[in-house]
């Protein structure tokens, strides 16, 4: 004998099978294709142009170095430690190293006592590409010239020698024995001469005369 809750789940069965069967949950719709996008490129980073750097000039010079006459062509090295003077001991401030590869004129003060003094000769290492002129007591500030180093009564005016390696700048302070003078920066370039391996200066052609300055 059927219980009442037999009966009941017997019924039940008869009307899902009358109706088709047990209810199925919906169907999920097929997934479709993706899309693939190519991704947006990237845009190119464009550096600013490099603007070439200016020519160095040494801060503490009273101004740049000058540019040589056509017959003295820069090379690319340093110039000599003993060219560039310490502050108050004259020489050059900051320099430049030429070749000369065609004839130059340069000009030298020095002491027509050199032979007995000591003094500055004819064929030191400083010299000027302009000729002298002027007051003696304004070259040698111009030039930070102390008296204990020339008389400046004498001149020579040479041609550098080819092939001769020469160092061009604004000089250097000067501090002198005499009376506590002392001379500053110049904006006035000299010119220094490399001695060759002999111990000679570069230079020929050499004329000298007495010089005479203005009043």
Known sequence: MRTPIARLS????VVLIACGGAARPPALPEPGPVAITAAS???????PP??????????????????????LVAVDEPAPAWSIGEPGKGSLCA?????????V???RLFSASWKESRLAGPTGAYWTLDRPGGTAATYRSVYEICKQWNDLDMISECTIEAGARVVIGPGQSATCDESDTSYPRSAANQVVLV????????????????????P
């Open 10 to 13: 017997t019924a039940l069965s």
């Open 41 to 47: 490129p990237t845009p190119a980073i464009t550096a």
């Open 50 to 71: 490099i603007k070439p750097a200016a020519p160095a000039v040494h801060a503490a010079c009273a101004g740049p170095i000058a540019t040589p006459p056509p017959g």
């Open 95 to 103: 320099g430049r190293v030429f070749t000369a590869k065609g004839p």
């Open 105 to 107: 004129t340069v000009y």
């Open 195 to 214: 001695k060759k391996a002999d111990g000679s200066v570069p230079v020929v052609d050499c004329k000298q005369a007495a010089h005479t300055w203005a």
